[in-house]
């Protein structure tokens, strides 16, 4: 089992900046592929961006490239993704998953084939 534990989330102005963090415990970290998914009220959750295990493969959505990095740390356990240029579209729960599948620069921007996924994080963008 992993557990996954998203924080750093919270209010931020239009054009600023916030960098969420997730936190995996349980098996080990660098043999997963991450990404970080989000959901609007009433809407869909959506995916944001991805990550292979090797770390040398990252995706992003269209709506959030250029503006967004994931990278992650492997001996910290630890998935980031950091915000920039934040507008107000952008509020929503942001989701980071894990999933074993896939070789060491797989990736995935569908939600149903991560195992794992943290509790949301909520981010408020204000105009």
């Known amino acids: 089992q992993v557990q996954l534990v998203e924080s750093g989330g919270g209010l931020v102005q239009a054009g600023g900046s916030l960098r969420l963090s997730c936190a995996a415990s349980?098996?080990?970290?660098?043999?997963?592929?991450m990404g970080w998914f989000r959901q609007a009220p009433g809407k869909e959750r959506e995916f944001v961006a991805a990550?292979?295990?090797?770390?040398?493969?990252?995706y992003y959505a269209l709506s959030v490239k250029g503006r967004s990095t994931i990278s992650s740390e492997n001996a910290k356990n630890t998935l980031y993704l950091q915000m920039n240029s934040r507008k107000p579209e952008d509020t929503a729960v942001y989701f980071c998953a894990a999933t074993t599948r896939g070789g060491s620069s797989y990736w995935s921007f569908r939600a149903h084939v991560y195992d794992y996924w943290g509790q949301g994080i909520e981010v408020t963008v204000s105009s």
């Open positions: 349980g098996r080990t970290f660098s043999s997963y592929a």
């Open positions: 990550i292979s295990w090797s770390g040398g493969s990252t």
